[in-house]
Nanobody, 123 residues
Framework: QVQLVESGGGLVQAGGSLRLSCAASGRTFSSYAMGWFRQAPGKEREFVATCSRSGAVTSYANSVKGRFTISRDNAKNTVYLQMNSLKPDDTAVYYC????????????????WGQGTQVTVSS
């Protein structure tokens, strides 16, 4: 069992930056690949970024590639999402999730989810 708690969301102007954190409970954090997903108002939840158990392998949605960076610190049981050059279209609730698969962009592969943190980007 893994419990995930996101933090770091907030209101930022377009072009600004935010860093989201996701703290995991339990001693097996390094056994899980981690992902970030987001859900904008009136839209389906979508994939944002994922990293492997060690963090060495990452993958991003095309919409955030070059602007967002996923990383993890297994000693701190935490995964991060650094978001730069934010756009109003990035406004959403951001969720972190854990999967037992090596790495995945598919929501159905994720077993554990956090409660989400709101990111609002003003124009």
């Amino acid at each position: 069992q893994v419990q995930l708690v996101e933090s770091g969301g907030g209101l930022v102007q377009a072009g600004g930056s935010l860093r989201l954190s996701c703290a995991a409970s339990g001693r097996t954090f390094s056994s899980y690949a981690m992902g970030w997903f987001r859900q904008a108002p009136g839209k389906e939840r979508e994939f944002v970024a994922t990293c492997s158990r060690s963090g060495a392998v990452t993958s991003y949605a095309n919409s955030v590639k070059g602007r967002f960076t996923i990383s993890r610190d297994n000693a701190k049981n935490t995964v991060y999402l650094q978001m730069n050059s934010l756009k109003p279209d990035d406004t959403a609730v951001y969720y972190c999730a854990a999967t037992g698969m090596p790495i995945s962009q598919q929501q159905s592969h994720y077993d554990y989810w956090g409660q989400g943190t709101q990111v609002t980007v003003s124009s």
